[in-house]
């Protein structure tokens, strides 16, 4: 289910694109790093396990942010995401890196915005931008910033993240 906006964020330019055959970019190889960890039983591992019984909490403080890095060349195209209710990233800038040089690793540019309600269910965004340029050839990375958040404390909370797309031959 496609997620629209009002709100307006000048020079991204992303429409929702029709589903074709996707596969989760998500694997043993992908390393994931996070923002903070509020404890050791709800770290980041907890993100991709496919457990509703385990989650990823944040310490308190905006923004937040989980980053994924591939050992291959990809195309995100579709993020779906389920948060715990009121403590929701409500505004999320979804990264990519701008050079997949090792030098550069640290510079990072929103590919789009996302504006997760708050809500326990199941969330899913689709990426696909109209300005190709900006992931043509695949991505190393895809980092989600969580620049507001439903708790007033700016914690987040993920029991389930899936990332879709296409792996780059």
Not at 94 to 100: Q, T
Request: contains cysteine.
């Amino acid at each position: 289910m496609p997620h629209s906006s009002s709100h307006d964020e000048s020079n991204l330019i992303c429409t929702v694109m029709t589903s074709g055959e996707l596969t989760s970019i998500l694997d043993q190889e992908t390393t994931i790093q996070v923002s903070s960890t509020l404890e050791k039983s709800t770290g980041k591992k907890n993100l991709i396990d496919n457990s509703p019984e385990t989650c990823w909490t944040s310490q308190q403080g905006l923004p937040q942010f989980v980053q994924f890095r591939f050992t291959k060349r990809v195309m995100p195209k579709r993020l779906s995401i389920i948060f715990q209710g009121g403590f929701v990233g409500t505004r999320c800038a979804v990264c990519i890196p701008m050079s997949s040089d090792e030098a550069a690793k640290k510079d990072w540019q929103a590919l789009t915005y996302i504006y997760p309600e708050d809500v326990n269910r199941r969330q899913v965004f689709e990426l696909e931008c109209t300005k190709p340029d900006l992931i043509d050839g695949g991505v190393t990375g895809v980092k989600l910033v969580f620049e507001e958040s439903s708790d007033f404390f700016g914690r987040i909370t993920v029991y389930d993240l899936r990332l879709e797309g296409t792996i780059v031959q």
